[in-house]
T-cell receptor, first 111, second 113 residues
Framework: GQQVMQIPQYQHVQEGEDFTTYCNSS?????IQWYKQRPGGHPVFLIQ?????EVKKQKRLTFQFGEAKKNSSLHITATQTTDVGTYFC???????????FGAGTRLTVKP | NAGVTQTPKFQVLKTGQSMTLQCAQD?????MSWYRQDPGMGLRLIHY???????DQGEVPNGYNVSRSTTEDFPLRLLSAAPSQTSVYFC????????????FGQGTRLTVV
């Protein structure tokens, strides 16, 4: 089964509300990556976190990597309709030889 | 720079048929992989390759074969298609899997009837 768990599976928000998705791994990760997939599209890389406790921002998006490097979160402030899509976290497995993805959080935004 | 190119984009197969999904990248990436995406299941790794001539199994390898004769190409073969293989398939490449970002192809939507 999947070793990277992600919650919630779905999130529906009103435009302007905040959104957060959480990712948890059963093992310590060397790094964690986040991807966004628009409806009908393919996953696109957003960011990579490497350091324990790391926090990175991209405009309205804030990414955090836990102190134990087993969990991560993505927070979007004041969602917009352009934020619609599925957000995936991914962590390396097998000595960094492959990436395992969480099940994703599908975000819908009501205008 | 085309990135990762997958063909075909859509395919319908009958149960028992075989076919090959093509994947090519022009970024000289060592690492390539195949994922399948099903509703609520995220992206599940089928097979991956860390370089030409080297392949390994992922989470869900049964029913699929791969080969990596060149750095650029990583085809996925369905040996005898089953309805359970109905899915969207994505090929991805990376300079260093697990350490650098992955670039995905546009996907192949496969239906097995």
């Amino acid at each position: 089964g999947q070793q990277v768990m992600q919650i919630p599976q779905y999130q529906h928000v009103q435009e302007g509300e905040d959104f957060t998705t959480y990712c948890n791994s059963s093992t310590t990760l060397s790094n964690i990556q986040w991807y966004k997939q628009r409806p009908g599209g393919h996953p696109v890389f957003l960011i990579q976190l490497v350091k324990s406790g790391e926090v990175k921002k991209q405009k309205r998006l804030t990414f955090q990597f836990g102190e134990a490097k087993k969990n991560s979160s993505l927070h979007i402030t004041a969602t917009q309709t352009t934020d619609v899509g599925t957000y995936f976290c991914a962590g390396p497995q097998n000595n960094n030889n492959d990436m395992r993805f969480g099940a994703g959080t599908r975000l819908t935004v009501k205008p | 720079n085309a990135g990762v190119t997958q063909t075909p984009k859509f395919q319908v197969l009958k149960t028992g048929q075989s076919m090959t999904l093509q994947c090519a990248q022009d970024m000289n990436h060592e690492y390539m992989s195949w994922y399948r995406q099903d509703p609520g299941m995220g992206l599940r790794l089928i097979h991956y390759s860390v370089g030409a001539g080297i392949t390994d199994q992922g989470e869900v390898p049964n029913g699929y074969n791969v080969s990596r004769s060149t750095t650029e190409d990583f085809p996925l073969r369905l040996l005898s298609a089953a309805p359970s293989q109905t899915s969207v398939y994505f090929c991805a490449s990376s300079y260093r899997t697990g350490l650098r970002e992955a670039f995905f192809g546009q996907g192949t939507r496969l239906t097995v009837v």
